[in-house]
């Protein structure tokens, strides 16, 4: 049961370059997120996706960009880096349930990070 | 939007001690998790309590919806609960199922 992984697990890039990060999850869950952590400001959502071909804006969506073609993959690009992008970035899936008035997220499942730096 | 506040932000404890951390929030929400993060980045989810009292080996969490505030029991610490123990909600007013809005967590030492 591999679950969900993130790749790479490190990158360093130059300012202005595209950089996609890659999140691969095994569970077929329906909702995947992408945040980052950064000191003094916690996990912040960018992106999610409540299912294939369905995004949304998160918290910080300035700059990146997703797509997801396929349930169990959910990219993030940096279209052109900036050094105040340089953190660390999570993937993280749960399996929503129906939304209504009683509609509760799931429990949400974090990958290990990709530590990114913008130089 | 919503405010999550953790408390204390650094706790020390000896081995074997307890400890209560404590979330508050500043409006209705519809989910609540905590998640423990490791001293290698790793996040682990710990509850998904929105409501009512959970217990799982020495870690326990009651959340009082009506009067806003979540607390995680650690009972019997081990030098393994070290790390970032961070607190999560999402409010029924986000207009959007999955936003979840983390604390800036509290940070847990146990010295053996």
């Known amino acids: 049961d591999a679950g969900i992984t993130q790749s790479p697990r490190y990158k360093i890039t130059e300012t202005g370059r595209q950089v996609t990060l890659m999140c691969h999850q095994t569970w077929s869950h329906s909702y995947m997120f992408w945040y980052r952590q950064d000191l003094g400001h916690g996990l912040r959502l960018i992106y999610y996706s409540a299912a294939a071909d369905i995004t949304d804006k998160g918290e910080v969506p300035d700059g990146y960009v997703v797509s997801r073609s396929k349930t169990e993959n959910f990219p993030l690009t940096l279209e052109s880096a900036t050094r105040s992008q340089t953190s660390v970035y999570f993937c993280?899936?749960?399996?929503?349930?129906?939304?209504?008035?009683?509609?509760?997220?799931?429990?949400?499942?974090f990958g290990p990070g990709t530590r990114l730096t913008v130089l | 939007g919503i405010q999550v506040e953790q408390s204390p932000p650094d706790l020390i404890l000896q081995e074997g001690a307890n400890s209560t951390l404590r979330c508050n929030f500043s409006d209705s929400v519809n989910n609540l998790q905590w998640f423990h993060q490791n001293p290698w980045g790793q996040l682990i989810n710990l509850f998904y309590i929105p409501s009512g009292t959970k217990q799982n080996g020495r870690l326990s969490a009651t959340t009082v919806a009506t009067e806003r505030y979540s607390l995680l029991y650690i009972s019997s610490s081990q030098t393994t609960d070290s790390g970032v123990y961070f607190c999560a909600v999402e409010t029924f007013r986000g207009g959007s199922q999955g936003n979840l809005i983390f604390g800036k967590g509290t940070k847990l030492s146990v010295k053996p």
């Open positions: 993280a899936s749960s399996e929503a349930r129906r939304p209504g008035l009683a509609g509760l997220t799931d429990t949400q499942y």
